[in-house]
């Protein structure tokens, strides 16, 4: 079993996007996978084969692709992340939907979880208290 910590940005986001077809249809497959990162669809094998290593995926070549419980459960935990870091700066620092989206992508690889649980409560704060002093352009 390999650890979310152990795990590369690259990987990651592999498991978000299977994560994201598999609620949309139900498996993924390569061909999918490749389409929707928007990278050749030989590059995707191989990673494939990784996290079916590490027992993050069921896969068989020419098959489909479905997380394990493990898969989806750092797979889920990664989605969340996404979105909450999103809506912080979309829906608090008012940046661009777009970049915010851009920039949480980028960012829910690279904080730790604790750090994550404190921003987490960071926001509820502002959230209870939206006249706290943070303001916005």
């Not at 152990?6 to 389409?35: G, P």
């Not at 008012?94 to 992508?105: G, K, L, M, R, S």
């Amino acid at each position: 079993m390999i650890k979310k910590e152990l795990l590369s940005e690259s990987l990651e986001d592999y498991l978000e996007t299977i994560l994201e077809l598999q609620k949309t249809k139900t498996v993924a497959r390569s061909k999918d996978i490749a389409e929707k990162m928007d990278i050749k669809r030989g590059s995707v094998t191989g990673m494939l084969k990784k996290l079916a290593r590490h027992n993050l995926i069921n896969y068989e070549p020419y098959g489909y692709v479905t997380l394990t419980p493990e898969g989806k459960k750092i797979a889920t935990q990664i989605e969340r992340r996404h979105i909450f870091l999103k809506d912080f700066f979309f829906r608090v620092l008012n940046v661009n939907e777009e970049i915010a989206d851009q920039t949480a992508c980028r960012m829910e690889h690279a904080m730790d979880q604790k750090t994550f649980d404190k921003f987490k409560n960071f926001v509820k704060k502002i959230d209870l208290c939206p006249n706290c002093g943070i303001e916005t352009d």
